[in-house]
């Protein structure tokens, strides 16, 4: 059978969960860890972020949106990277103190990329006052899709498994944002300067996958030295 | 005197030697009578008594496995040691010596309570003596006055006994209460155990029910000192099935089965990976659940010499061979049943076999049969009736317009092999020359010449139905409004499957070599006006929609050269003649509708008890190679149709090309068609079953399931929309219970657009009533819905109700509108972005459906649009009530576009009516 259709985020969302939940990742104490710390740049020249129309409250939402599948800032500072140092075994992965919050302001997600440990609740916040809805596409986890009226500024949504999940609104169809569930703590999103930090790693050699939504998987090897701050320069571009 | 004949020397010869010789002799033939009859013609008693000892050792590892884990269970560990600790200080101690004074004071006690009880009996005795007495002075006229005396006196002395004995009874019991206080602490602590090892106790319990008991035997082992539980011995296992046979004179007779005195463990859990006899049967919980041994029996479904136990292979009638060969034991009609063969006489008690759970083959292959139309040349109780639509036979396209249809080289070349140019098409290969493919050309040209030129006639070509923008605005029309649902337009594509290799619908990859531009606007304009036997529906184009799509279409593959002379040969009157031959011959009309041959009988032989036939009946030909077996011949018959043939002897059917799996499940299909007949009793017909069977018919030929999902199977379409499955057709679970009757039935007629944000079109397929009372009859029969019809009026909908339900969906709670149209009123934003108008609720959906629906609309439809409001809904309407709200809301939106209630209506309102059920 011949698919027309590209093989695409969704498919590589299973990639990427597959591979996390591969091997079982090992906690243990770490003493005298290093850090890796760097960012992440689009390579060559960025096109012009896509224009979403707003076809709905536009009093809410504003009139026209960027779209934030693919923010290049300047020097081509790539923000919304994951990046998975894939460690087989490092700290304690901890359920954060707070939940994790996601929000819901002028029909836009924040964060765009939100990652967590899986077992975790997320927050979402409604700061716009119209009805929103959460729907994630998530195969590990069961999919959801729920409902978040005006009267509601805060619901629960808690995500058991590891896994990336698409989520949407479809009140509002350009909505669109990625959690990422993990099972081990090193992960980070880069910020709009592409920009990460990744901290308490165990001294060693390390595969780290970069993944974002519109330029998919990127595989790069750092090593990590005890105590130090190992900086990376790292480069993404449409393949 | 007679005379003396034996001598007198043979009078005294002893015999003693012969006697002694043949009295052995006799003695061991009994002997070997006695080993014989229950031993070497007896082998189920070992496999028997073989299962008997596995089964007792599984019960001891069960045991010991639970008296494991006991032992490592904190709280066992922990009630043990309290009814250690508790027996140790009821037998030393302290505690010790209270118990043992207060059971010497109580022996104490009970010794001198006896003669306190014959005491008090004593006088109760003279009391009534004494009464007696004075009854008697009385009567006599004696003086009583000295017996009432004694009597009193008496009286008195009983009274103190009296007091004497109950105060020794009370001090017994105080004593007794005193010695199981201080031994309770023992008794609490075994019940506490006894909670914990329930589980141990039950398995205990069923090893004693299994075994003779506690014996010597050879098997124990140390701890047991020669002791052990000793299996029991072996019986024959025979279960009764009366009347479930008949015999040659038509009689009930009864049938014994016996396969459980060697198949012990079949029933119960835990044998899965014993070998054969000893297995548990696969599926046991679903299948033995429904089918209790004791009530069904085994043979039905597995075949089998019944009441034979002499040895395997004559109890099943076959065996495999060193080569893995199966091979049939002489003179035994009812083998074993192997395979997809087992599971093929579900059929005989399920009508609907086609999605029944563990008998996939079985309802593949009758899909396959009804499907591929096998019926349209072989008569088959049961089938008969399929190869006709409103009586025009319609297994595959009409040819009564072929003229007006197809490219004349390319017929020729479809007849001599359509497989060449659509693999997966279902049209068989009749292997024909070019020389008779052109004689049945010519034939089907001229017997259609003239309904073929009326039609042409009457639709002309279309203007400007070409061009490069226009076909790119074709193709842009097939892959959005739902063709690809049924037909791949890549060669190598796959859209809706009948079989492994075998398309529901023609792939189109190639589609310009058969036809032209002027066929395919008018067909798909209208399909039914060209064949008012098509299956292909109406989308409703509009006549540039139809344009466009020609446009796409003539793109798809080029004409090719016809052979030489082409167009004479096919107007020769001797070529049409022997083309009709031809076409009788082969029985084309027993899937084609062919003018002329309309009532033409079936070609092939009947299948009704194909599957009884003996190995005598089946003509192996010049195939010395083919085991002389039921299923291979019928393998190698459906896998090459003329294999048989011989010099002297043609074959006609054709050439197939099934999949390796779909001859197997053809073949368990026709295994199942045979003369013998399942008594009533032990049919499957639930409610509805017929409904279902005639709908699952209907939509298999109308293809439904490639766009909707139906009984959970099919879908094809949403291949096309992994990313997005929200914009994929709706899944028809539940649909029975979701819409009302009288409205899918008119929807299935002429349906209109539900749900705005897709772009796929619901087809017109020009359904007749029947037909559409099959699917809404289909439907609910699924759903087991009780009452189809649905009357709601305004006035029963309760004002609160509606009010409440008003408030939940305006803006500042659930904001309904903002996606779901509500008659006129549209939501903003593109329609990709809406939801169905609620206005049309009252009329289309079931009132409980909306409860269900709003629940949980995940829960009902998984992946739809709609997200869960509840629940959670607002505290401050309806007291913050959920149920309540739901109510609410399903009331509201019932009362959406129904008319308002006039004075005379509201003056008769319906109790009972969805505004006030629960």
């Known amino acids: 059978m011949r698919r027309t259709l590209v093989p695409s985020a969704l498919a590589l969302i ?174 980070a999103v880069t910020d709009a300067s592409g920009a990460f930090k990744i901290t308490d790693l165990p001294p060693g050699d390390y595969e780290v996958e970069l993944w974002q939504e519109k330029l998919g998987k990127k595989t790069e090897k750092v090593s990590i030295k005890p105590k130090e701050d190992t900086k990376v320069a790292w480069s993404m571009t449409k393949s | 005197m007679a005379r003396r004949t034996t001598p007198i020397d043979d009078e005294k010869r002893s015999y003693g030697a012969v006697w002694l010789v043949t009295s052995l002799l006799l003695f061991v033939g009994a002997l070997w009578c006695i080993a014989d009859d229950n031993l070497f013609r007896r082998p189920w008693k070992k496999f028997q008594a073989e299962f008997n000892r596995l089964e007792i050792q599984h019960l001891k590892d069960a045991i010991a496995a639970e008296q494991q884990r006991l032992d490592a269970d904190p709280a066992y560990q922990q009630a043990v040691k309290t009814l250690a600790d508790a027996r140790v200080s009821a037998s030393s101690g302290e505690i010790a010596r209270q118990i043992a004074d207060l059971q010497r004071e109580l022996r104490r006690a009970q010794q001198q309570d006896q003669s306190k009880d014959l005491n008090l009996r004593f006088v109760k005795s003279e009391l009534e003596e004494l009464r007696f007495k004075y009854d008697d002075a009385l009567h006599a006229g004696r003086p009583t006055e000295e017996l009432l005396k004694e009597i009193e006196a008496r009286g008195q002395l009983r009274a103190e006994r009296q007091q004497v004995y109950t105060e020794s009874q009370q001090h017994i019991e105080a004593l007794q209460n005193e010695i199981t206080q201080l031994e309770s602490a023992v008794k609490t602590a075994e019940d506490e155990i006894a909670k914990l090892t329930t589980a141990r106790d039950d398995v205990q319990q069923k090893l004693e029910g299994v075994s003779l008991g506690y014996l010597p035997g050879p098997k124990a082992t140390a701890p047991y000192f020669g002791f052990d539980w000793q299996p029991k011995i072996p019986r024959i296992q025979q279960i009764v099935l009366e009347e479930f046979d008949r015999n040659n004179f038509d009689k009930p007779v009864a049938r014994v089965d016996r396969c459980m005195s060697c198949h012990a463990g079949i029933n119960k859990p835990g044998f899965e990976d014993q070998p054969n006899p000893w297995k548990t049967h696969p599926h046991r919980e679903l299948l033995l659940t429904k089918h209790p041994p004791e009530k069904f029996g085994c043979t039905p479904c597995h075949g089998g010499q019944a009441p034979a136990v002499n040895s395997p292979e004559t109890a099943h009638g076959n065996f495999v061979d060193e080569h893995g060969h199966l091979e049939n034991v002489e003179f035994i009609e009812r083998p074993l049943l192997r395979g997809e063969k087992t599971t093929a006489q579900c059929i005989k008690c399920h009508a609907g076999v086609q999605n029944l759970e563990t008998a996939d083959e079985i309802g593949r292959g009758e899909r396959l049969f009804e499907q591929l139309g096998c019926h349209g040349c072989h008569l088959t109780e049961g089938y008969e009736d399929l190869a006709k639509s409103g009586g025009v036979t319609s297994i595959a396209p009409s040819l009564r317009r072929i003229g007006a249809k197809v490219d004349h080289g390319w017929l020729i070349r479809w007849i001599t092999n359509p497989h060449q140019f659509r693999p997966r098409t279902r049209m068989p290969n009749f292997m024909f020359e070019e020389e008779q493919a052109v004689q049945i050309a010519a034939f089907l040209l001229s017997d259609t010449k003239q309904p073929s030129e009326e039609w042409l006639a009457a639709h002309p070509a279309p203007a400007a139905a070409a061009g490069t923008e226009l076909a790119a605005k074709g193709k842009a029309l097939v892959e959005s409004i739902g063709c690809r649902g049924c037909h791949a337009i890549t060669e190598d594509e796959v859209a809706g499957q009948l079989g492994a290799n075998k398309d529901i619908a023609p792939n189109l990859a190639k589609v310009a070599e058969k036809t032209d531009a002027r066929w395919i606007y008018h067909w798909l304009k209208n399909p039914r006006g060209y064949s008012p036997v098509a299956r292909m529906p109406s989308l409703r184009l509009s006549d540039d929609e139809a344009r466009a799509i020609t446009a796409y279409l003539v793109t798809l593959g080029t004409k090719r050269p016809a052979p030489d002379a082409l167009e004479t040969r096919l107007t020769d009157v001797a070529n049409a003649a022997a083309g009709e031959k031809l076409v009788r011959k082969y029985g084309c009309a027993g899937c084609h509708d062919v003018p002329g041959m309309e009532n033409e009988s079936r070609i092939g032989v009947e299948l009704s008890a194909f599957g009884s036939k003996t190995r005598e009946e089946l003509f192996f030909g010049d195939r010395t190679d083919v085991p002389e077996t039921w299923d291979d011949w019928t393998y190698n018959k459906l896998l090459t149709p003329r294999t048989y043939a011989t010099k002297w002897i043609e074959q006609v059917m054709p050439q197939f090309d099934l999949a390796e799996e779909d001859i197997k499940a053809l073949r368990a299909f026709l295994s199942s068609r045979t003369d013998s007949k399942v008594p009533v009793k032990y049919l499957y017909r639930p409610p509805g079953e017929d409904r279902v069977v005639a709908g699952r018919r209907l939509v298999a030929r109308y293809n439904c399931t490639g766009c909707h999902v139906v009984e959970g199977r099919g879908g094809d379409i949403r291949r096309l929309y992994q990313e997005q499955p929200t914009f994929a057709p709706p899944m028809l679970n539940g649909e029975g219970e979701k819409v009302q009757a009288d409205w899918l039935f008119n929807f299935v007629k002429a349906p209109v657009p539900i749900r705005p944000w897709l772009q796929l079109r619901m087809p017109t397929f020009g359904l007749a009533d029947e037909e559409a009372n099959t699917v809404v009859g289909y439907f609910e029969a699924l759903d087991r819905v009780q009452v189809p019809f649905v009357h709601l009026e305004r006035a029963a909908l309760a004002t609160e109700n509606v009010e409440a339900g008003k408030l939940l969906t305006s803006k500042d709670y659930f904001d309904c509108f903002s996606c779901h149209q509500r008659g006129a009123v549209k939501p903003q934003g593109p329609p990709e972005g809406w939801a169905p108008d609620l206005a049309l609720a009252h009329a289309r959906l079931g009132p409980e459906w909306i409860i269900k629906w709003l629940r949980d609309p995940q829960k009902v439809m998984p992946g739809t649009k709609m997200p869960s409001f509840f629940p959670g809904g607002p505290p401050d309407v309806l007291g913050g009530d959920d149920e309540a709200q739901i109510r609410a809301l399903r009331d509201y939106i019932l009362s959406l576009g129904m008319p308002e209630p006039s004075p005379q209506q509201a003056a008769h309102v319906v109790t009972g009516g969805p505004g006030t059920s629960q």
């Open chain 1, 14 to 187: 299973l990639v990427a969960g597959l591979a996390t939940r591969a091997a079982a990742y090992e906690a243990m104490a770490v003493t005298d860890g290093g850090t890796l710390s760097g960012t992440v740049k689009f390579q060559g020249t960025a096109p012009p972020p896509a224009k979403l129309e707003v076809t709905k409250d536009p009093e809410v939402c504003g009139k026209e949106k960027t779209s934030p599948d693919l923010v290049v800032g300047s020097d081509g500072a790539l923000a919304n990277v994951v990046v998975t140092v894939k460690a087989q075994k490092g700290k304690k992965l901890e359920p954060p103190a707070q939940n994790p919050t996601f929000d819901q302001k002028t029909c836009e997600y924040k964060p765009h990329v939100l990652a967590f440990p899986a077992g975790s609740t997320v927050d979402v916040l409604n700061s716009d006052g119209i009805l929103h809805n959460i729907h994630t596409f998530g195969t590990a986890n069961p999919p959801s899709n729920q409902a978040q009226p005006k009267f509601k500024p805060k619901i629960q949504v808690k995500v058991e498994k590891p896994e990336t999940i698409q989520v949407k609104c479809d009140v509002h169809g350009w909505m669109s944002a990625w959690w990422v569930s993990t099972d081990q703590p090193y992960v």
